[in-house]
C-alpha cells in the first residue's frame, strides 16, 4: 500500500483478555518500529525490527507484550492478560534504512486505540 | 533527565503569521538527527522535518524551516504564514547515533517530547 497500514483502528478489550494490533509497514521498508502514545503524551519506543529480527526490545514495558515479525513485511504486537494501564494508542512506523546519507525518515500509521477496561 | 524537552504545551497564533515551537535537546552522542512532527486530531504523525547535527545549514521544508543552534542544544520549528490547517500537536524527536555521513546505515528508535499544540486563529 502506499502507507503505513494498522488494524484494528480501534480495540476494546476487558482486564486480562489477550490482544493483537497488526502493522503493514511501507512496502519495501526494512525496518519497523512500535510506540505506545498515551493520552496527552508523547510517543514511547517499544520495538525495533530490522528485517525479521528485532535487535532493540528496550522499550518493551513487561514480559506481557511481545512482538513480531514475518516475511520482512507485516508485524503483529501480542499484549497478553491486559491491564487498564495498557490503554493507549499504539503506533507503527516503518523506513527505509539505508547507506551514506540517507535520513531514514520514519513514516507513521495511523495508530490503534486500545481501550482496556 | 528528559532528552527532549518541549516547554510550551499551548500556541496560538493569527492566521498568516509565523511562529516559533520550541525544542531543547540533550544527548551526548556526535551525531544525531532532530525531527518534527505533526499529529492533526485524526491521531496520524505527520513528517515535517529533519535536521542532521552535522549539517551546516539549517533545513527548511516550504513553509516549515529549523533554527538549529547546535551550541545551544536547541532545534526550534518555526511554521511561516500559519493557516488553519496547521492547528495540530507539534512534537520534536531525536535520532541518536544517526549515521548518514558516515555512509553506515543510521538506526535509531526516535525521543520524542511531551508535544506543543497548536491553535491557528482566523
Known amino acids: 500500500g502506499a502507507g503505513v497500514s494498522q488494524s484494528p483502528s480501534n480495540k476494546v478489550t476487558e482486564k486480562g483478555k489477550d490482544v493483537e494490533l497488526r502493522c503493514d509497514p511501507i512496502s519495501g521498508h526494512t525496518a519497523l518500529y512500535w510506540y505506545r502514545q498515551r493520552l496527552g503524551q508523547g510517543l514511547e519506543f517499544l520495538i525495533y525490527f530490522q528485517g525479521n529480527s528485532a535487535p532493540d526490545k528496550s522499550g518493551l514495558p513487561s514480559d506481557r507484550f511481545s512482538a513480531e515479525r514475518t516475511g520482512e513485511s507485516v508485524s503483529t504486537l501480542t499484549i497478553q492478560r491486559t491491564q487498564q494501564e495498557d490503554s493507549a494508542v499504539y503506533l507503527c512506523?516503518?523506513?527505509?534504512?539505508?547507506?551514506?546519507?540517507?535520513?531514514?525518515?520514519?513514516?507513521f500509521g495511523a495508530g490503534t486505540r486500545l481501550s482496556v477496561l | 533527565a528528559q532528552k527532549i524537552t518541549q516547554t510550551q504545551p499551548g500556541m496560538f497564533v493569527q492566521e498568516k503569521e509565523a511562529v516559533t515551537l520550541d525544542c531543547t535537546y540533550d544527548t551526548s552522542d556526535q551525531s544525531y538527527g532532530l525531527f518534527w512532527y505533526k499529529q492533526p486530531s485524526s491521531g496520524e504523525m505527520i513528517f515535517l522535518i529533519y535536521?542532521?547535527?552535522?549539517?551546516?545549514q539549517n533545513a527548511t521544508e516550504g513553509r516549515y524551516s529549523l533554527n538549529f543552534q547546535k551550541a545551544r542544544k536547541s532545534a526550534n520549528l518555526v511554521i511561516s504564514a500559519s493557516q488553519l490547517g496547521d492547528s495540530a500537536m507539534y512534537f520534536c524527536?531525536?535520532?541518536?547515533?544517526?549515521?548518514?555521513?558516515?555512509?553506515?546505515?543510521?538506526?535509531?528508535?526516535?525521543?520524542f517530547g511531551q508535544g506543543t499544540i497548536l491553535t491557528v486563529h482566523p
Open positions: 524527536a531525536m535520532r541518536e547515533r544517526d549515521r548518514p555521513y558516515a555512509g553506515g546505515t543510521s538506526y535509531g528508535k526516535l525521543t
Open positions: 535536521q542532521g547535527s552535522y549539517d551546516e
Open positions: 512506523a516503518s523506513s527505509l534504512e539505508g547507506t551514506g546519507r540517507t535520513k531514514n525518515i520514519q513514516y
